[in-house]
């Protein structure tokens, strides 16, 4: 049984005095930039515009999270959740039963 080597070149580089890289700098967060969230009574003014649109579904807006109840199809539910994050607020609670 014959078996062939086949040389391929690989540069190997020693670690030996190299410096190692400080990875637990932290970067400061850029100051300009802010999440910007509503305010209540906007945002529950906004969140009855989009509930309105959905028979059987009820929103209470409490310090810029704002809570679904009631019933929702399955095929309405993202469309709902994504209009309501559009508004902006602090969290979406989807306490929402679905048919």
Wanted: charge should be positive.
């Amino acid at each position: 049984m014959m078996s062939f080597v086949l040389g391929t070149s690989v540069a190997l580089e020693s670690c030996k005095g190299k410096k190692t890289a400080n990875t637990t700098e932290q970067s400061k967060p850029d100051e300009t930039t802010t999440v910007q969230v509503s305010d209540d009574q906007t945002l529950r003014s906004s969140v009855n515009d989009v509930v309105k649109e959905y028979n059987g579904v009820t929103a209470e807006v409490d310090n810029g999270i704002v809570t679904l109840k009631g019933t929702i199809q399955k095929d309405n539910l993202q469309n709902l959740i994504m209009k309501i994050q559009e508004l902006k607020p602090k969290k979406v609670e989807n306490k929402l039963v679905i048919k």
